[in-house]
């Protein structure tokens, strides 16, 4: 082997010892760990929603009242029930008050009451004056719808005004013959007459210390509105009571 040639096995031989060395010389091999990658913090917000508008409140019921002349169909209608000749006013005499009244139900009704021309202003105001304190009725119908029958109306506690009756056990006119008078939650304020009740369903009803808002008592706001009128109260009268029961002479 000559010269030249020894040399070159000599560096060949020292390049693999030198690259032997770098791919394993006692080193720790890198380890390629994946990057873990950091969760990103998201708020959750409720969905969002329409936001909705307060109901609007509905309009108060505000009172009504209209006095008409009688018509030719009501006319009929009472002729022979709650009217009839000899009585001592006549149809022409007499109008179809029409007010608002609130319910035993807590609504706002429309009731009818016929009643005599001169007092329909008066109890126009009476009534309003009772819707305005919101005390209760039960119903509000002429009496002719129970056939002109005081004891039925009375037992379906309807307040009502005229009807052509005379005072029970007498042969005087009663001011309902008039369209002067009205009685009011009659089965709640009965009328009493020593040990007669009337209507005698309502006898429980004697008791004045027990509580309805239907029930009427002295200086109350059906007292007051009455009295405002000029129209006394049967419930402070000294020989019987008549609870129901207001009219334009107190009779």
């Not at 010389?25 to 909705?52: D, E, L, V, Y």
């Not at 009504?64 to 009472?78: E, F, G, I, N, W």
């Not at 200086?219 to 009219?247: M, N």
């Amino acid at each position: 082997m000559n010269r030249a040639t020894a040399a070159m096995l000599l560096t060949g031989l020292a390049a693999t010892l030198i690259a032997t060395g770098c791919a394993g010389g006692g080193s720790t091999p890198a380890t390629n760990a994946t990057p873990q990658s950091t969760p990103t913090a998201t708020t959750s917000s409720p969905p969002a929603t329409a936001s909705s508008a307060p109901s609007p409140t509905p309009p108060a019921a505000a009172f009504r009242s209209s006095a008409a002349t009688l018509s030719s169909s009501m006319r009929a209608r009472m002729t022979g029930v709650s009217w009839h000749p000899g009585c001592p006013v006549s149809l022409d005499q007499l109008r179809l008050l029409r007010v608002s009244y609130w319910g035993l139900d807590g609504a706002a009704h429309q009731g009818e009451l016929v009643v005599n021309s001169s007092a329909a202003p008066a109890l126009s105001r009476a009534f309003g004056q009772l819707f305005a304190a919101r005390f209760p009725i039960r119903q509000m119908r002429v009496v002719d719808d129970f056939g002109g029958d005081d004891e039925r109306s009375m037992l379906a506690d309807n307040t009502s005004a005229f009807n052509c009756r005379q005072v029970p056990g007498s042969a005087v006119w009663s001011q309902h013959a008039y369209g002067l008078a009205v009685d009011i939650n009659p089965f709640e304020n009965p009328e009493v007459r020593g040990d007669a009740v009337d209507p005698p369903a309502a006898a429980a009803w004697v008791d004045r210390t027990r509580t309805s808002p239907a029930m009427i008592s002295h200086g109350d706001a059906v007292w007051q509105a009455f009295g405002e009128i000029g129209w006394p109260w049967g419930g402070d009268w000294r020989s019987l009571k008549d609870y129901q029961h207001f009219s334009a002479n107190g009779l």
